[in-house]
């Protein structure tokens, strides 16, 4: 998937990188850094380009990424609160359910839904 963009001079846009745009995306997922990736192309293709060149190759043509960040002032969760949070939630789990008192509402399939007066 190539993009290209148009140039003051008329014709579109292309990186020099594009030929080797498979090769780069291969060096990528065996995880080489940016420096690998130049050091590789210049050596077994004479192309010379920056290490942010490279970056910028490849941050243009990947999927969008979400960041997730934690919000600021969060504790770190320790073993021993874990521990109290399960504790709780394991007191809430055994809790009865508490039946309600009166009815609300009353159903009869053949009349609309209808509020109990008190």
């Given at each position: ?81 874990a521990r ?29 839904l209808t509020?109990?007066?008190?």
């Amino acid at each position: 998937m190539s993009r290209l963009l148009p140039s003051s001079r008329g014709k579109p846009f292309r990186s020099k990188l594009e030929p080797f745009a498979e090769i780069i995306r291969e060096l990528r997922r065996k995880r080489n850094s940016y420096q690998e990736i130049r050091d590789t192309l210049h050596e077994e293709h004479g192309i010379s380009a920056s290490r942010s060149t490279i970056f910028s190759f490849v941050k243009v043509r990947s999927k969008r990424r979400k960041f997730y960040a934690m919000a600021e002032g969060m504790a770190p969760v320790s073993p021993t609160s874990a521990r109290h949070s399960s504790d709780a939630i394991e007191a809430l789990r055994r809790k009865p359910i508490p039946k309600p008192e009166k009815k609300i509402f009353e159903f009869d399939e053949n009349k609309p839904l209808t509020l109990i007066q008190k």
